[in-house]
């Protein structure tokens, strides 16, 4: 099972992608991941990547999509058999992007046997996103909506002191928002016009519902 989950900043992809990686034995992969992974070890992509991210650029479609190539085909990380199928989460982000994946899918024999989208109102993304906090001693992830300490500003575990991202601004936010629907959105589009099945799936639910929608959509 070759499977694409797509949705907006804060709609639960990587929670999801976890847990389908995990029940079905297959690797999740994050292209953030890979790219730091490569990054670290040195890789001569790797390489490549860190030039762009030094000077911070975006890293090309060529250099990301080579990462992916590795992992699909044994040359690179990745946990799971790959064998058995995959979780792409946070890439393709464009059209052009699609294209590429597409035809390094087709080249390698790999295609894709469906597309997930999980759907999540802009506004409840706001309030997941700016209203997230990260303890900056043990790494522990709170919601100040959601799920808050105990203690206003102190982590739970530790008790240290609970920080804002930058990218989680409230403003910040809604620009991720925007660039999302302008770049990829489109990329929903494409996929349904293409061979490969697309499901929607309400993310806007506990994380427990959300898994059992997808799983019914991947088994039935």
């Known amino acids: 099972m070759n499977l694409l989950l797509l949705g907006a900043p804060g709609a639960g992809k990587g929670t999801q992608g976890a847990l389908i990686a995990e029940r079905y034995g297959i690797p999740k992969i994050s292209t953030g991941d890979l790219l730091r992974e490569a990054v670290r070890e040195g890789t001569p992509l790797g390489q490549q990547a860190k030039s762009y991210m030094d000077a911070g650029e975006l890293v090309p479609d060529e250099v990301v999509l080579g990462l992916i190539r590795e992992v699909l085909t044994g040359g690179g990380t990745g946990d799971g058999e790959v064998g058995r199928g995959f979780v792409l989460d946070g890439f393709p982000r464009t059209v052009r992007q699609a294209e590429g994946l597409d035809r390094l899918l087709d080249e390698i024999g790999k295609p894709l046997d469906a597309v997930v989208v999980i759907s999540v109102p802009d506004e409840v993304l706001v309030r997941r996103l700016s209203g997230r906090r990260t303890c900056a001693e043990c790494g522990a992830v709170y919601n100040v909506y959601l799920e808050p300490p105990r203690t206003p500003g102190r982590c739970d575990r530790c008790g240290g002191a609970l920080v804002e991202r930058a990218d989680d601004a409230a403003a910040t936010v809604r620009r991720r928002l925007e660039v999302y629907h302008e770049q990829t959105e489109p990329v929903i589009a ?27 959509i991947l088994e039935s």
């Open 190 to 216: 494409y996929y349904e016009r293409s061979r490969t099945p697309v499901y929607r799936v309400d993310g806007d639910r506990p994380v427990d519902e959300v898994q059992r929608a997808i799983v019914g």
